[in-house]
């Protein structure tokens, strides 16, 4: 009876999976503009954003499945863990939403992710740190892209910018959490693994307010939730994507493909 | 009259006609047309199979297929360029596609129902385009042929990706998923040899197509190399293909098999198949719900120009 | 392994399951309005439709399973079963769309379903016999509705005529299906279980064209195309439904609810 | 002045107040601001339960949710009928909803996360609010305390039915599921006791709502006699409370409990619980995209009228 597999509790493989799904979960809803983004550049650039994000997360669920210790593979942490076993942020399981959304998420979390993979590249896991040099390299593109859109977007016409202001007021609430440190950020600064969320934080808040200086937009006030999904405690979105991404690994147990 | 005679010339003697190059009013439309069907069903095709990107069962599949959907939308910017060369630009061509004035290939009008369709679709449906499109690596048009022999190599390439896929589930999967290989190449194999076209003796437009040299084999020659590849690809593949005529031809040297339903092909090429209408909605609902980012992107263009010009 | 079930193929069997699966599927897009629709009697009166509905497909789903003879209970049909062994017609599939679009294929597969029922009140099957009786009462209530609102919608504003209009375009194409008929309802009428669906267009078409005359509006020209989802070859978002429908089932095999 | 007194003397007899009677204006909106945000609550409440009717793991179940949120858009409808006996419209309770100016209960802010929430809201949602409603049955006000006789039958009913599902899981479920049990109680256990309203000494409009009989019984009264009831019932069903400080005093014969968090109370109050954003948004997107229905219906009201006139 293949049912979900049994995670091992570890601060290590937890950290490293915060990644791996938030990579993973965020190429997920990229992938849905593919036949569907507004030219055809855009189909092309979003899913090969996917592809990028596809392959980072591959990469880290395979290290954190040895570091668990259980012969976990990609595919079984990708697709057969529990809802309360991801632990990605909040943030990227969040509907599609419209391109707005879209290039304003990718720029908070490209832009939290450069951050964390330039200092992963010092990882005293040479794995990681070998995974974060590569990884650095497409997510710059990523930001780069990101960036080009909001600003063009804010500065485009009376539409775009009233839709750029509405994703912003969607998707600030959720980036408390990219800054949010546990035990298990703490665990992964002192053995080495990686840095601390919050660490991340100062640089991420500078390149952002340079970004909306530069696209005329006023930074929102933070509010007082802090979403949950790095813990494992989801939005009511992640549901129906898991039931979506892992319906067929549940329902051929055991297939090969 | 001298410019057509040396174009005729030029055609008999195997060359290639350059964009710049004078060239019969005739031609130039037969291409634009050829072209951006071509063009369109790249980016229609990209919705079958984007329709299992998000159920991809293992990762290392879901990045092969982002891969593929990417290479597909990449051939569609090859060939709108191929046909701007021609003088009609890529919104003209959408305009077209969103009108129902212009066709794309009709195969995409068949729904993908499970993950085996994407490795048929790789096997036969991609298959079949190459078988189509390896001669237009010699088309007349140059623009045209530069941007086969790019298509051609990636589409090879998805090809075996495709076959590789089903081989997997065939050889180390269970029954249910044998089943379901079983299910997607009964599904697809009709329609993937109709897309070679209508048999020759009932194709208009061949003649002047291979005179031209925009066309170089007729329907029915491909299609039976097609065939004879698909029945030595399926034996070892170990699934059936759902025509009980199919024999070897001793004295012809190729598989004979059973009478094609043309009037399922008209139908669906009439607009009656089982997504026409969506894949069309979908592609018209695509292109207007994102009119407002590519006026955002215009007047911010506008806007820059003249800062550029100052800096 | 809790993999699909393996149903065994037999006329009566496929029979009763084309109309206890057009009966779920149906109330699986209706429950999709709870908290969604225009107004608050209608959120109760939707759900309340979808409860009927689901009423109905649990009793036929269990005499299937008795016919079927393999100890399979409703909610291992229901549940278990692979996309290719549902086969409820393709209209009732389609996604929720807007209201007009929900009540007119109401219409259409209340209308039908009302007659269907009347029939097999004379089932030679005593057991279906009974559903039958219990379920016409629902059904001519759902009819009843239906029929109220698209006379209503093609008699209100412009912009309610046009989006009934828009529904009628898009779903008179699926209708075909409901008129097929094959060896599977051969067998049912030799049977004395129930009638062919070819039986039902007759007098289903008079009643469109009652409804359509008090409403305004032209019945449309039929197409070419005939939906095939009776015989278990669905549309493109069947897979979607399913694999939300299903999955606490795949995701916790055997488990007791 | 007169009519002040015969509403004092009326109310301290515990007699009942009818919708024709006099009512001094302040009781008037105390009453519809309750009855509206209570109405609220319940088509609110219907979001996160029809979260999980597309996914109810068995038919009985599903059944049995889609009894209940149509149970639910009755109690709605009881109560703004209850609140329009007052003078004030549905269509404007819903605008006072839709604008964030009226409330419903916080409880709604949180998300159903799994099918164990379902069971769970049954019992200690449900629960809580059948404690906070009983003796709203013996309400001054004759219309709600009608409609309340009513809904609490309803509710008692759902609370049962959440506690034999939970039961269901715990006793012939998986580890999986019981975990799954467990989780959700751990989530809804605060949030579920915050129901009652802050602590008797920091709620002011209580004296007042109790004065008029209004409100019966205080709310950390209801609290009390809540968690004396959950903790036996978690005993039964075999999960754990969240709540390490838990503990029976034989002086008081009640169960102690820990600090509650009040800040997170009032946080999710003020707007920044989980879900505060999504419930509302959800709510007014499905009034405007239902707009057009209901000027049609209305339409047609009015060209029938006259007809019917004539007839």
């Known amino acids: ?257 | 009259a001298r410019l057509q005679q040396r174009f005729d010339e030029r055609i008999d003697a195997g060359e290639f006609i350059e964009a710049k190059g004078w060239m019969p009013e005739h031609y130039r439309r037969t291409l634009v047309r050829q072209i951006s069907q071509h063009a369109h069903s790249e980016i229609v095709g990209m919705l079958p199979e984007g329709n299992w990107i998000g159920r991809a069962p293992t990762l290392k599949r879901k990045a092969i297929l982002l891969a593929k959907v990417q290479d597909e939308g990449g051939h569609g910017l090859y060939l709108y360029a191929a046909a701007e060369t021609l003088g009609t630009s890529r919104d003209q061509l959408l305009e077209a596609l969103h009108s129902g004035q212009a066709k794309y290939s009709s195969i995409f009008n068949y729904p993908t129902l499970t993950w085996a369709d994407m490795g048929t679709i790789g096997w036969l449906v991609d298959g079949a385009a190459i078988m189509n499109q390896v001669p237009i690596c010699r088309c007349s048009y140059a623009p045209y042929a530069r941007a086969m022999v790019r298509i051609c190599r990636e589409e090879s390439f998805h090809q075996r990706q495709g076959y590789e896929a089903l081989l997997t589930m065939m050889q180390q999967g269970s029954d249910a998923q044998r089943a379901m290989v079983q299910d997607a190449v009964n599904r697809w194999w009709w329609p993937s040899i109709m897309m070679f076209g209508p048999p020759d003796d009932q194709s208009p437009n061949s003649a002047q197509s291979m005179r031209w040299g925009i066309k170089r084999v007729s329907n029915d020659e491909l299609r039976q190399k097609f065939i004879d590849a698909a029945v030595e690809q399926a034996q070892v593949l170990g699934v059936t293909l759902p025509d009980p005529a199919l024999r070897w031809n001793a004295e012809r040297e190729h598989w004979d098999h059973g009478p094609i339903d043309w009037s399922e092909f008209k139908r669906v090429l009439a607009g009656d198949g089982p997504c026409n209408r969506e894949r069309l909605a979908a592609r018209v609902q695509a292109w207007a719900e994102g009119a407002w980012v590519r006026e955002a992107a215009l007047a911010h263009a506008r806007k820059q120009a003249p800062k550029e010009e100052v800096a």
């Open chain 1, 1 to 257: 009876m293949t049912q979900s597999i049994e995670l091992r509790r570890d601060p290590a493989v937890q950290y490293l999976l915060r990644i791996a799904d938030t990579t993973l979960i965020l190429a997920q809803r990229l992938g849905e503009w593919c036949g569907h983004a507004p030219i055809l550049e855009e189909d092309i650039a979003l899913t090969n954003m996917a592809l990028d994000l596809v392959g980072q997360s591959r990469a880290l669920l395979t290290r954190a499945g040895e570091l668990e210790g259980r012969g976990h593979d990609e595919d079984q942490l990708a697709f057969l863990r529990d809802e309360r076993d991801y632990f990605n942020l909040t943030l990227v399981e969040l509907p599609r939403g419209d391109f707005a959304f879209t290039v304003l998420r990718n720029l908070f979390v490209a832009g939290w992710a450069r951050l964390l993979w330039e200092r992963l590249c010092d990882s005293g896991d040479i794995e990681v740190a070998a995974i974060a040099g590569k990884a650095v390299k497409e997510v710059r593109y990523h930001q780069q892209h990101a960036i080009d859109w909001v600003v063009r977007l804010a500065d485009g016409t009376d539409e775009s910018r009233h839709r750029i202001e509405a994703a912003l007021a969607q998707a600030w609430r959720y980036t408390p959490e990219l800054f949010e440190s546990d035990a298990v950020d703490e665990h992964a600064r002192q053995a080495g693994l990686g840095p601390r969320r919050a660490d991340l934080r100062e640089p991420w808040l500078a390149e952002m307010a340079a970004v909306f200086a530069e696209a005329g937009l006023a930074l929102p006030a933070t509010g007082g939730y802090t979403s949950t999904g790095s813990r494992g405690v989801h939005s009511e979105h992640m549901g129906y994507l898991l039931a979506e991404m892992q319906y067929l690994q549940r329902a051929y147990p055991g297939g090969a493909w």
